[in-house]
């Protein structure tokens, strides 16, 4: 009967097949691979809560079994349950070291994360078990655009195309790479022939309208993205979003309104996908001057986040860091690496604080490579945590307090030559790479250890601004901080408290970039921030916004933009919502 049952549900009988799922499992209510079964169906018709609780009874019933974990995994990621899905497929690693599923799923867990580098790590072990793998080319193509890894983007997207010369994703995706090397003539061919196959492909209609819109062709441009938002498949988030954009740039902002306000009243939207709506939605209503509206949406689009804020562990975490950097350990004779280079440029500060805008200063310098937002610490973090023994919420510290000056030369180096290798090719000799991952400003101190000739950029800006555009804003899901207005005041407080502390402790000089001072003062600021950094100025850095690399954060769109005071004192839209994070906050504004 199970395998009659599986016939059809790979048939695609899915009601037959749910209804032997049943009949079966009132027979034997305990069968962990019928619940698993019927878990996979539910996930595969949209159903993804019920799919989870019959999938988490399935492996209460047998835990070690690879099939249930996996498949929980699967659903946990669909739901948007990151973290628990993460903890699935780490699972069915211990069982099953080379799962090379297991491990594409914990790539798609950390794509879903924005750690993209991660992603394709995780990825391309996969494919070292599975190195003929379609679908995992396919996915590790689409993680190297997400990074703007495009060459490589493109050499994987080719290779799914020799085997699935006909299918629209495959084509979509080379063009869209394409189409950001500005290989404008290629990329409307692969969206033509995408529209060839499959003439309601919205994808394609709105790659063709984002090219017409890069080429100056806006009332085109226009024309084709409100076409394809009204053809029988339009109501897709990526039209939405692409709509938004061009409409925008059209300098008609309230003509997506009505499109994004009906697909959230579907009831099959993913949970991610209303994120996103509503965060778009509530842009170009405040862009309508529609205030109140504009933070209703962002309101809802934060509380659909299920993982909260825990201000009390974070809290603690400062405290702790505070008391192993105090002034004794960061002293010259404290164990620190001999590596001297002077290459790495972190700049830190609150996300939204003018961190891309000021490594696309930086990176428009002809000596510097701008990596973008790098989870390197992160992972040298991790390393340190090793030293310290087992896991435990103090095992990073333990391992600070045993660390050896080898032990944190081997890392330095280890560090040094992956920034080199990843700015490969420039124009004249390579002397500064940066990295903007905003949240490095709680391991300030172990850089001071790694690299004792790093220099630190501070980014900072008005308190208010800073936390309205990181509420009103879709953060990577590691910022849970920004999703109520109570976390965003505990976390700037403990944010400042941690910069205060590295000020007066850190024996390598950091230097604050003020976004009102930079916006009001561009090039004094600017020459300031180019002579910190040890280089000669070069007038590229003033023309920041004819850069052609590749920007993957919130702020792409306003690093192609000369400078602009329209980003200041946004916080006054939404003075009433904002009262009570203003009290919070006295101290700063």
């Known amino acids: 009967m199970l395998a009659q049952a599986w016939q059809m549900h790979r048939a695609g009988r899915f009601q037959q097949a749910e209804q032997m799922y049943k009949q079966m499992l009132k027979m034997q209510p305990n069968n962990p691979t019928i619940m698993r079964m019927l878990g996979m169906l539910k996930r595969q018709t949209g159903r993804i809560d019920e799919a989870i609780k019959l999938l988490q009874n399935a492996v209460r019933i047998m835990p070690n079994d690879l099939g249930c974990q996996g498949e929980l995994g699967v659903a946990l990621l669909m739901a948007g349950r990151i973290g628990e899905s993460v903890q699935c497929s780490h699972k069915v690693l211990e069982l099953d070291p080379k799962s090379a599923d297991a491990m594409y799923h914990l790539g798609r867990a950390h794509g879903a994360m924005y750690d993209f580098e991660t992603a394709i790590y995780w990825t391309r072990q996969a494919l070292t078990i599975k190195p003929g793998n379609v679908e995992y080319h396919a996915f590790l193509g689409y993680l190297y655009l997400r990074q703007g890894l495009l060459e490589q983007s493109v050499k994987h997207t080719r290779g799914v195309l020799q085997v699935q010369p006909q299918n629209p994703a495959m084509l979509c995706q080379l063009a869209t790479a394409l189409r950001r090397m500005d290989e404008y003539d290629e990329a409307m061919e692969l969206f033509e022939k995408a529209l060839s196959i499959d003439a309601t492909n919205t994808e394609a209609m709105a790659g063709k309208a984002q090219i017409l819109e890069s080429q100056g062709k806006t009332d085109e441009a226009l024309a084709l993205i409100e076409q394809c938002a009204a053809s029988e498949k339009g109501e897709q988030v990526q039209v939405a979003v692409a709509y938004e954009r061009i409409a925008k740039r059209a300098g008609c902002p309230d003509r997506p309104t009505a499109l994004i306000r009906k697909m959230l009243t579907r009831d099959n939207l993913q949970p991610i996908e209303q994120i996103i709506l509503h965060f778009r939605l509530g842009a170009l209503l405040e862009d309508a001057g529609e205030f109140d509206d504009a933070f209703e949406q962002y309101r809802l689009a934060n509380d659909m986040h299920p993982q909260p804020f825990d201000p009390d562990a974070f809290t603690k975490q400062i ?218 100025w070069d007038d590229a850095c003033l023309n920041f916004h004819e850069s052609k690399r590749v920007v993957h954060t919130l702020s792409m769109d306003q690093v192609r933009k000369p400078m602009y005071k329209s980003a200041m004192n946004r916080h006054e839209r939404f003075a009433q919502q904002l009262e009570p994070l203003k009290t919070q906050l006295a101290a700063f504004v």
């Open 319 to 536: 405290d702790t860091t505070i008391t192993v950097f105090d002034s004794k350990r960061l002293a010259a004779e404290a164990p620190r690496s001999t590596v001297d280079s002077d290459l790495p440029i972190f700049i830190v500060g609150m996300p939204r604080s003018g961190t891309s805008l000021t490594e696309q200063i930086l990176a428009s310098h002809p000596q510097v490579f701008g990596a973008g937002e790098l989870p390197h610490m992160e992972r040298m973090v991790a390393a340190v945590a090793r030293l310290g023994g087992a896991d435990s919420d103090t095992s990073y510290f333990d391992g600070v307090n045993s660390v050896t000056a080898e032990q944190l030369t081997e890392l330095a180096e280890k560090h040094i030559e992956a920034l080199t290798q990843m700015a490969g090719e420039t124009e004249g000799p390579l002397t500064r790479v940066t990295d903007k991952m905003p949240n490095n400003f709680l391991h300030l101190g172990l850089i001071a250890l790694l690299f004792p000739n790093a220099h630190i950029i501070h980014c900072v800006r008005n308190p208010l601004d800073t936390c309205m555009s990181c509420y009103g804003s879709q953060l990577p899901p590691v910022h849970t901080f920004s999703n109520s207005l109570d976390g965003l005041a505990v976390y700037y407080k403990q944010y400042r408290r941690m910069m205060d502390h590295w000020k007066a402790v850190l024996p390598i000089p950091i230097m604050d970039v003020v976004y009102e001072d930079l916006v009001n003062d561009q090039e004094r600021v600017s020459r300031e921030l180019v002579e910190f950094a040890g280089l000669e």
